[in-house]
């Protein structure tokens, strides 16, 4: 019995792999690609369902960037968005992004987990005439519709700048808390960083991985300002590993030690607070550009205009001098 | 019939779980949007890398064992591939066999430090998997390798991307091939062979399979060596998928692995458990998130479902008559 069973699943297997095979003829047409044909612009009598590919929810940036955008989409009546959250997995997401073209979504917005393995499934939905707005990091070449962000690379330069001319004008001791080792965004925020400081006599002199994270952040934190003493300012990558390695710096009595951190987020939790409060020294807002996106979407399929290929976002620097209006400033309206 | 069911569990689920995927499927013009093809090549693509890795841990599990380092091992030989393609200039088979190679021999070791120091697997290959994932960072530079095609030095020959493309002569996934003759050798090895026999009866009692002159260690070895060559292939196939060899790819794929060998209705205490049902088992994850995800199921509830589809697997297995094979 159990063997003629065996034979019979695989016999069931074998149809079920034969007619996937089979119903893949059809498509044969639409893998041969093809120039870019939009779609006609349906204005403002039309519904729109968006796609939103997120690489990940699981850090606060990120989930602010989903509110962002679900907030600002509430405001244009014709719009439903959809999230996808690739959960960090390259895979996951080019999946994701094929189940949104399956349901011929009419816009998708995407901030790709990593820039290469994703490019190739932006280019077939841009291909297939589906408008696709980049956000926060690239995709190669130039099959999208739109690139929205900040720069990484300039964000971390003027952290550099702000620790050489503010926080150690005359010269000092840096450790430096990094994101996600492999990630793009934490090679550039350090490039950056090392090219805003250079020729201030400023030494970056112990460096570690926080993986973004705040609890690693303070452990990191915690065996730097240990072993290497004189550490007078860190640079973290991130304000939750900023918020870590204050509390590192705490634990270890050290309460000179400025930290200067990057996001900026205007939440409760966020580093615009965490400067109010004196934890951090500085931080850079990198803007989510959530509202900027559905603003494009809107003037795409709303409006039947063009977007700018690329939307830099602008930084700003936040100190306790200006923490609370920019907090205020950045959560008034939608 | 009894017997059957339970032994099959996760075709059944396959086949229920298929079924109402197309009950539920979103309709536009008049189609129903899981059956569309391209559809279905997306869902078998997707779940091809966890099934080669699934696989690998079948036989793993079937001796009583676990492995934790195939996500890692993953990343870690994308990483190789990348590296020796591009930085390297090797072609596209003396890659491919030192990737193997290098996975083959990572997990040959695991067995080796399993079975003669007699350490436990879970210890063994969670420190695999640390190390693994330390190699693909040190090898990779700390960051993604970009694959790039073409004759020039410094591009991957243009052979890998067919390897990679998604698509054979625009009929099959080349993933899903792959998967469908790792699973149907790996299916024939376990039906046929001594050496399956050897693997249930380690599965089914160590002490007993060594009393009656199995050469328990051997097999061990052999059977993490295989996880390990699988974990490769599966990092080779990513690879060639996303034209990008990443050092933080691949992480919590073993876990998914698991879950496919578990819904495959697999014990975790050995000698139970079929290459046919870790295919479904892993098939059935990929239907599933498939159609909750066309349906627009918040991705926290996805999660929360495949984590119950998990224990429904694990307590049918319970219930299981005892007598059962």
Redesign the interface.
Known sequence: ??KR??GA??L??GVT?VA??A??????S??AGGPAEPKPCGGAGGKYTIGVSQAN?AEPYRERMDADIRKAAAGVPQFTV????A??????Q???V??F????IDLLIISPN?A??L??VVKKAYERGVPVLVLDRKV?GDSFTSFIGADNFDIGRRAGEFVAQTLLPGGGKVAELKG?????PA?ERSDGFKLGIGGKNIEIVASADGDWLRDRGRQQADALLKGTPGIQVVYAHNDPMGEGAYLAAQDAGLTGIKIVGIDGLPIEAGGIKAVEAGRLAATFVYPTGGKEAVEAARKILVDCQQVPKVQGLAIERVTPDNAAEVYARLNAGG | MIAWLFRFQSLFGLVLVFLAAVIFSPVRNGELLFLDSANLFNVVRAMSEIGILAVGMTFVILVGGIDLSVGSVLGLASVGAAVLLVRQDFGVLPAVLVVLAAGLVFGLLQGVVTAKLGIQAFIVTLAGMQIARALARIWSGGQGVEIAYGDAPGRAPMAFSLLGERTFGGLVPIPALIFAVVAGLAAILLRVTAFSRHVYAIGGNEKAARLSGVPVNRVKILVFGLCGLLAALAGIVHAGQLNYGGPNDGSMAELDAIAAVVIGGASLSGGRGTVVGTVAGALLVGVLRNILTLNNVDSNIQLLIIGLVIVAAAGLQRLRPAAVG
């Open positions: 019995m159990p069973a065996r699943f695989s069931l297997l792999l996937t095979v119903s893949a003829c059809g498509t044969t639409e893998n929810v959809n999230f996808a959250d959960q960090q997995d390259n895979s996951k080019v999946e994701q094929e189940n073209l399956t349901q011929q990593e290469t393995p490019t190739s190669n996600l080792a492999g990630s793009s090679k």
